[in-house]
Nanobody, 122 residues
Framework: QVQLVESGGGLVQAGGSLRLSCAAS????????MGWFRHAPAKEREFVAA????????YYADSVEGRFIISRDNANNTVYLEMNSLKPEDTAVYYC???????????????WGQGTQVTVSS
């Protein structure tokens, strides 16, 4: 059974930084694309970033491009999201996700973590 456990959320002032972690288990971690989504109040859940499982290609939403960095540590089955220059509009519950393919294709992920709250104060 695939399990994804996020950590690292919290409260930070605008302009600050946070790093989220997602520990994965239950499948060959390096074989699948991994990603992060977020869900803010009164908004739909949205894609944030993804990392293909084989070639290291990364993908970002326009709203976070240049500020967020996704990375992965295959040896420790962990994916990270480093968030810099945070804005109040980045406030959301952030979810780790594991996709059903090696490459990120834009299709919905197959597995989700429980989410971690990120709050950015102005």
């Amino acid at each position: 059974q695939v399990q994804l456990v996020e950590s690292g959320g919290g409260l930070v002032q605008a302009g600050g930084s946070l790093r989220l972690s997602c520990a994965a288990s239950g499948r060959t971690f390096s074989s699948y694309a991994m990603g992060w989504f977020r869900h803010a109040p009164a908004k739909e859940r949205e894609f944030v970033a993804a990392f293909s499982g084989s070639d290291g290609t990364t993908y970002y939403a326009d709203s976070v491009e240049g500020r967020f960095i996704i990375s992965r540590d295959n040896a420790n089955n962990t994916v990270y999201l480093e968030m810099n220059s945070l804005k109040p509009e980045d406030t959301a519950v952030y979810y780790c996700a594991s996709f059903g393919s090696t490459y990120y294709t834009g299709r919905p992920p197959g597995f989700w973590g429980q989410g971690t709250q990120v709050t950015v104060s102005s």
